[in-house]
């Protein structure tokens, strides 16, 4: 909105010019972002309590996590808050990619919202049916990746990490590959939200790597020196990740050991949605398998885990899944196994965005 109303201004204020750099704008989304998170937070969590909208902690985890009852729960309410007004306030509203990624923030939180009241406020342990939240899931994935193929301008090539010269062309299963990148993230996200600041760490970085990633495949010179898909108007995403990164930094301040508060799913599912979906649109899909690599760990973690106990009657791969229960079950304090997985998300991030030269 700002960029609308005062960018027009720059020919009286020249001071104003500076609305029309994406660099600016992302920078002051992530700053309002982190500032409206960090100042609300503590009426929020007053706000939850008062409410009783509090954790309700099963008994078969890690005997470690009976002190979390009754920590309050749903604080994504607070990130989506913050990701939506930093976006509609810095970025350009005209950017048809803004809105869509938007459109699976918002869609995604009411589904975790709904999930949350449930549990949460009406005391339905199981929430929202499974199959009915994988398919809302699937729905909106699939009209994102609907409305991105009718586009004139959308690539349906897949790009590979370190190989300049191999990009298959998918076609219409473009959409199936887009749905399924979207909603496994959307999933992992959730899967990893088990201890204090563990999804919302390598969800910062990776947005904070998705900035880098929306600004240089949406400009043209850049985008050609890399040798990478250039996504015209894809690097207003960058301001979209840079409020993702602010809000993300301003929940950690209270979600930190020992956590004030949780997002719940109204929380992971849209911030996993929302990465997906900015992946899929700048064309760097399979690079959030690498920078996402702890949330494609936690998740593949359960898979195998499960498919080994069906498999076996009983037997299992890890002391406990997802694989920061496992770590926690093998001696390490909550802190320690939390700070270990975000400088591997950082080591990852790092890599992946080396990626763009080693190609
Ligand atoms: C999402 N939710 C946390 C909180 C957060 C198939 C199976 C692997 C499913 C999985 C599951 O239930 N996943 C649901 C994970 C829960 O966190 C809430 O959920 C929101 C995120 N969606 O915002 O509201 C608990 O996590 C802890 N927590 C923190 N700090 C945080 O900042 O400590 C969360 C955020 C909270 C709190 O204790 O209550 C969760 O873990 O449920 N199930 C599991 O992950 C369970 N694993 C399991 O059953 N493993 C089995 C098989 C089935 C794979 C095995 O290994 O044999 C574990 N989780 C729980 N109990 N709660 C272990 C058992």
Redesign the pocket.
């Known amino acids: 909105m700002l960029y609308h109303l005062l960018y027009p201004l720059h020919t009286t204020f020249s001071a104003f010019n500076v609305f029309r750099y994406i660099t600016f704008r992302t920078i002051y989304a992530s700053l309002t972002a982190l500032l409206i998170c960090w100042l609300l937070g503590p009426w929020v969590i007053r706000k939850l309590t008062k409410q009783q909208v509090l954790?309700h902690?099963?008994t078969?985890?890690p005997p470690t996590?009976k002190t979390?009852t009754g920590t309050p729960?749903m604080g994504g309410l607070l990130i989506l808050f913050a990701i939506v007004t930093a976006t509609l306030l810095w970025a350009d509203l005209t950017n048809s990619f803004v809105w869509l990624v938007l459109l699976v923030v918002i869609s995604y939180g009411a589904i975790g919202f709904l999930d949350d009241y449930l549990k949460q406020v009406k005391k339905e342990s199981r929430g929202l049916p499974g199959r009915i939240k994988i398919v809302s899931q699937v729905v909106i994935g699939l009209l994102v990746a609907g409305l991105l193929y009718t586009r004139v301008d959308f690539d349906t090539h897949v790009s590979l990490p370190f190989f300049k010269q191999v990009a298959p062309d998918l076609g219409w299963a473009y959409i199936l590959f887009a749905v399924a990148v979207i909603v496994g993230t959307s999933n992992a996200v959730?899967?990893t939200?088990?201890?204090?600041?563990?999804a919302i760490g390598p969800v910062t970085v990776a947005a904070a790597t998705y900035v880098v990633l929306s600004y240089v495949a949406g400009h043209m010179k850049i985008a050609q020196y890399l040798q990478i898909h250039y996504v015209a108007g894809s690097g207003e995403l960058a301001v979209i990740c840079g409020a993702l990164m602010g809000a993300g930094m301003g929940f950690l301040w209270y979600?930190s050991y020992p956590?004030q508060i949780?997002?719940?799913?109204v929380?992971?599912l849209p911030l996993g949605g929302a990465l997906g979906a900015v992946a899929v649109i700048t064309k760097h899909e399979i690079l959030l398998a690498l920078v996402g690599g702890i949330l494609v760990v936690e998740a593949l973690s359960?898979i195998f885990?499960?498919g080994f106990?069906k498999v076996t009657n009983g037997r299992?791969i890890?002391k406990?899944?997802?694989i920061h229960?496992h770590f926690e079950l093998k001696g390490w304090p909550e802190p320690k196994v939390i700070v270990r997985f975000w400088i591997v998300a950082i080591i990852l991030s790092l890599v992946a965005i080396s990626t763009l030269k080693l190609r």
């Open positions: 954790q902690v099963r078969d985890g996590h979390k729960t959730n899967l939200d088990g201890l204090d600041g563990l979600n956590a949780f997002m719940g799913d929380g992971s359960v885990q499960v106990f299992r890890f406990m899944a997802p229960h």
